[in-house]
């Protein structure tokens, strides 16, 4: 069982930069790939970012690619998303998800968090 709270969401205008953070519960974090994800009002959950667990492999959705940063600190049991270079079309509710197999699926992730609402402004 895992459990996961993200914090560092937001308002902030366009340009501008947020780091979402991540912590999760357990002693087998390493074990576990984190993926980011949001969604919008009226639109689809979609993948944003996903991170191995050992750190070493990273995907990222196109729309993001270049702005955001997926890491994350295995001792600390906690997933980044530092993101930079906001655009208005990036405001959405953003979730950190886990399982134990990297994925860019939703529906594969096992874990879920509550959210954090991210908005930026024109």
């Known amino acids: 069982q895992v459990q996961l709270v993200e914090s560092g969401g937001g308002l902030v205008q366009a340009g501008g930069s947020l780091r979402l953070s991540c912590a999760a519960s357990?002693?087998?974090?390493?074990?576990?790939?984190m993926g980011w994800f949001r969604q919008a009002p009226g639109k689809e959950r979609e993948f944003v970012a996903a991170i191995s667990g050992s750190g070493g492999s990273t995907y990222y959705a196109d729309s993001v690619k270049g702005r955001f940063t997926v890491s994350r600190d295995n001792a600390k049991n906690t997933v980044y998303l530092q993101m930079n270079s906001l655009k208005p079309e990036d405001t959405a509710i953003y979730y950190c998800a886990a399982d134990p197999r990297i994925t860019i699926t939703p529906v594969a992730y096992d874990y879920w968090g509550q959210g954090t609402q991210v908005t930026v402004s024109s």
């Open positions: 357990g002693r087998t974090f390493s074990s576990y790939a």
